[in-house]
């Protein structure tokens, strides 16, 4: 009977996570198609549908929001479609909100897709009706091939005419067998080639000066690229002109001494000029220069004389001891 | 317990049909077999979950590893994951474990009556004042009815963890990400209804053994026939039923 018991816990075990597993599975379903969350309806009107069917999902930026409770024609321009749409849209949704009808993936499902429209408005509620965008239906755009077909045969026909005028052309055909034409082109395209090779050369050796500058070799290079020199720059370009400044007022400074030295000179000039005082004596008088000439004449004679007095002097008796002893001192 | 001759399908058919409705009629009348049934589920359902769990693991991981190359030809193999989901919870896991449980469990009850009836233990029941019938095939039935589908349930969860295992071979995928495409691609009509074709295919299987078993004859040759009979019927009467399960299914989720 022990055995029985441990049959029938098993037995237990195996049932209940048999049982556990599919209430999961459920469970997961349920949320992933929210059953049991409330919905409210609004609806949407549309032209055509494109065979949106009851079930499809109903997008929000891509999210699935509801889905499709019914399709319903009303009348023959008009399909209403009830979206059951969840309660947490409430306070996301607006009252014009735009709803398409698009498809998932390339050849999926319907989905209705729910674009917010750019004007404010209030949220949404239930029993509000959707406008519905019209959508490019495979009917309209066959439609619209037509119309481009037909374009496309007008279009090709009159190419033909342009060919055949083309065709029967003298001149193009002169034009094309002329012989000098092409000789001459070709002389044309290899000049074209020298001048190309020339600018290409050109070319390289500019882009090695750029390079170079990019690189910030040499004095351009530096200009352009240092960054530090600006600072520098435009620390030396204030100096400078302060030095300006400075030179400005030493100028102005300058230019009234002159005007004092002017003045001065012309004072001397004026003086000179009219015989007052020594120094026009001296510089005009040629009569006193003589007698200045004599007098310095005399003053050397009289000075040699002295110094021969002075000589004898030092050799008088009296005199001697002091200029014996001034020499010993020396020495 | 007078046998009809059963020479024709037709006859078989009505002592069938007779049986089942015996079954019902002795299942809902008082005095249950608590004990026994709860034994035979046991016997039923535990035993057969090494076996229905194997199965389902390596039909999970084949089943992912055999659409592969179709779906990398079309360009859809992230499909895989849900493709793999629907075709096991929609239709291989009931059926495939139907399929094994018939195998396990259909044979051994055709076998095991078989052999009580002939060795007159049947019998000697009767005798003895306990209800066969109500202590052999009811308790077999019922515990076969109620077993599958938890195996079933089991074993969908297996062959889809096998199947993650498949993907994994070829592709790195998480598991969040397989268990969501699982789901995404799946509603409940697509459980449901798979859920409650299994009841169905358990009782088939525990009916169908019960009816072999009980009805046989010509000694321990008939056993063996028994044995044999009551899973080809079993697995028949699985398919039968599981293409009636999709028209049904069809049927009510289609006129909604």
């Given at each position: 009977?022990?055995?029985?018991?441990?049959?029938?816990?098993?037995?237990?075990?195996?049932?209940?996570?048999?049982?556990?597993?599919?209430?999961?599975?459920?469970?997961?379903?349920?949320?992933?198609?929210?059953?049991?969350?409330?919905r409210f309806e609004v609806?949407a009107?549309?032209?055509?549908?494109?065979?949106?069917?009851?079930?499809?999902?109903v997008r929000v930026s891509?999210i699935?929001v509801g889905?499709?409770?019914?399709?319903?024609?009303?009348?023959?321009?008009?399909?209403?479609?009830?979206l059951g749409i969840d309660e947490a849209m409430r306070t996301v949704l607006r009252k014009n909100a735009l709803a398409?009808?698009?498809?998932?993936?390339?050849?999926?499902?319907?989905?209705v897709n729910l674009l917010p429209a750019?004007?404010?408005a209030a949220f949404i509620d239930a029993?509000d009706v959707l406008?519905?965008?019209?959508?490019?239906?495979?009917?309209?755009?066959?439609?619209?091939?037509?119309?481009?077909?037909?374009?496309?045969?007008?279009?090709?026909?009159?190419?033909?005419?342009?060919?055949?005028?083309?065709?029967?052309?003298?001149?193009?055909?002169?034009?094309?067998?002329?012989?000098?034409?092409?000789?001459?082109?070709?002389?044309?395209?290899?000049?074209?080639?020298?001048?190309?090779?020339?600018?290409?050369?050109?070319?390289?050796?500019?882009?090695?000066?750029?390079?170079?500058?990019?690189?910030?070799?040499?004095?351009?290079?530096?200009?352009?690229?240092?960054?530090?020199?600006?600072?520098?720059?435009?620390?030396?370009?204030?100096?400078?002109?302060?030095?300006?400044?400075?030179?400005?007022?030493?100028?102005?400074?300058?230019?009234?001494?002159?005007?004092?030295?002017?003045?001065?000179?012309?004072?001397?000039?004026?003086?000179?000029?009219?015989?007052?005082?020594?120094?026009?004596?001296?510089?005009?008088?040629?009569?006193?220069?003589?007698?200045?000439?004599?007098?310095?004449?005399?003053?050397?004679?009289?000075?040699?004389?002295?110094?021969?007095?002075?000589?004898?002097?030092?050799?008088?008796?009296?005199?001697?001891?002091?200029?014996?002893?001034?020499?010993?001192?020396?020495? | 317990?007078?046998?009809?001759?059963?020479?024709?399908?037709?006859?078989?058919?009505?002592?069938?049909?007779?049986?089942?409705?015996?079954?019902?009629?002795?299942?809902?009348?008082?005095?249950?077999?608590?004990?026994?049934?709860?034994?035979?589920?046991?016997?039923?359902?535990?035993?057969?979950?090494?076996?229905?769990?194997?199965?389902?693991?390596?039909?999970?991981?084949?089943?992912?590893?055999?659409?592969?190359?179709?779906?990398?030809?079309?360009?859809?193999?992230?499909?895989?994951?849900?493709?793999?989901?629907?075709?096991?919870?929609?239709?291989?896991?009931?059926?495939?474990?139907?399929?094994?449980?018939?195998?396990?469990?259909?044979?051994?009850?055709?076998?095991?009556?078989?052999?009580?009836?002939?060795?007159?233990?049947?019998?000697?029941?009767?005798?003895?004042?306990?209800?066969?019938?109500?202590?052999?095939?009811?308790?077999?039935?019922?515990?076969?009815?109620?077993?599958?589908?938890?195996?079933?349930?089991?074993?969908?969860?297996?062959?889809?963890?096998?199947?993650?295992?498949?993907?994994?071979?070829?592709?790195?995928?998480?598991?969040?990400?397989?268990?969501?495409?699982?789901?995404?691609?799946?509603?409940?009509?697509?459980?449901?209804?798979?859920?409650?074709?299994?009841?169905?295919?358990?009782?088939?299987?525990?009916?169908?053994?019960?009816?072999?078993?009980?009805?046989?004859?010509?000694?321990?040759?008939?056993?063996?026939?028994?044995?044999?009979?009551?899973?080809?019927?079993?697995?028949?009467?699985?398919?039968?039923?599981?293409?009636?399960?999709?028209?049904?299914?069809?049927?009510?989720?289609?006129?909604?």
């Open positions: 009977m022990a055995n029985r018991s441990i049959d029938n816990l098993k037995l237990g075990a195996f049932v209940l996570s048999g049982l556990v597993l599919l209430v999961l599975f459920l469970y997961l379903l349920s949320k992933n198609q929210s059953i049991f969350s409330s609806k009107h549309f032209e055509h549908v494109n065979g949106l069917v009851a079930g499809n999902n891509g699935v889905i499709v409770e019914e399709v319903r024609l009303v009348n023959d321009t008009l399909v209403e479609v009830t398409t009808i698009g498809t998932d993936g390339l050849i999926g499902n319907r989905v750019e004007a404010a029993g406008q519905g965008q019209k959508e490019v239906s495979t009917e309209e755009m066959l439609r619209t091939l037509d119309q481009t077909n037909s374009n496309v045969l007008a279009i090709s026909q009159g190419l033909i005419q342009t060919i055949e005028r083309i065709n029967n052309s003298t001149q193009l055909a002169n034009l094309l067998n002329d012989e000098s034409l092409s000789r001459d082109l070709k002389a044309a395209l290899s000049n074209l080639r020298l001048a190309t090779a020339a600018a290409s050369g050109t070319m390289t050796d500019v882009q090695t000066i750029v390079g170079g500058i990019r690189a910030g070799e040499g004095s351009v290079g530096a200009l352009l690229r240092d960054t530090g020199l600006l600072p520098e720059l435009q620390q030396a370009m204030r100096k400078l002109q302060s030095v300006e400044n400075q030179a400005d007022h030493l100028a102005q400074r300058m230019a009234a001494l002159v005007q004092e030295v002017d003045g001065a000179v012309q004072d001397v000039s004026a003086d000179l000029n009219q015989g007052q005082g020594p120094a026009h004596l001296l510089l005009k008088d040629s009569l006193s220069a003589a007698r200045l000439q004599n007098s310095l004449g005399n003053l050397e004679a009289g000075t040699a004389r002295f110094n021969e007095n002075m000589e004898a002097l030092k050799h008088n008796v009296l005199f001697r001891r002091y200029f014996k002893k001034q020499a010993r001192q020396k020495n | 317990m007078l046998r009809p001759k059963k020479n024709l399908l037709l006859s078989e058919i009505g002592d069938f049909t007779r049986f089942v409705v015996r079954f019902f009629r002795e299942a809902v009348r008082p005095r249950y077999e608590m004990q026994e049934l709860i034994h035979q589920c046991f016997v039923i359902g535990y035993k057969s979950f090494s076996l229905v769990g194997l199965t389902a693991f390596i039909m999970g991981l084949v089943l992912t590893m055999q659409l592969r190359p179709s779906m990398v030809h079309y360009g859809v193999e992230a499909e895989i994951p849900a493709m793999v989901g629907i075709a096991i919870i929609r239709e291989i896991g009931p059926v495939i474990t139907a399929l094994i449980f018939a195998g396990k469990i259909g044979s051994s009850i055709g076998a095991e009556l078989g052999s009580m009836r002939v060795t007159e233990q049947i019998d000697a029941m009767e005798v003895s004042g306990t209800n066969p019938f109500k202590y052999l095939v009811v308790t077999r039935t019922l515990a076969a009815t109620f077993m599958l589908p938890v195996l079933v349930v089991l074993a969908d969860g297996i062959a889809l963890y096998g199947s993650f295992l498949g993907v994994n071979i070829y592709e790195v995928l998480n598991f969040r990400l397989f268990y969501t495409q699982v789901i995404d691609n799946l509603a409940y009509y697509d459980v449901l209804p798979a859920f409650a074709k299994t009841f169905f295919f358990g009782f088939a299987v525990g009916i169908v053994g019960c009816y072999k078993g009980y009805y046989s004859t010509k000694g321990t040759e008939g056993v063996g026939r028994s044995a044999n009979s009551a899973v080809v019927m079993s697995s028949v009467l699985i398919f039968i039923l599981d293409l009636l399960a999709v028209q049904i299914t069809e049927l009510i989720w289609h006129t909604r």
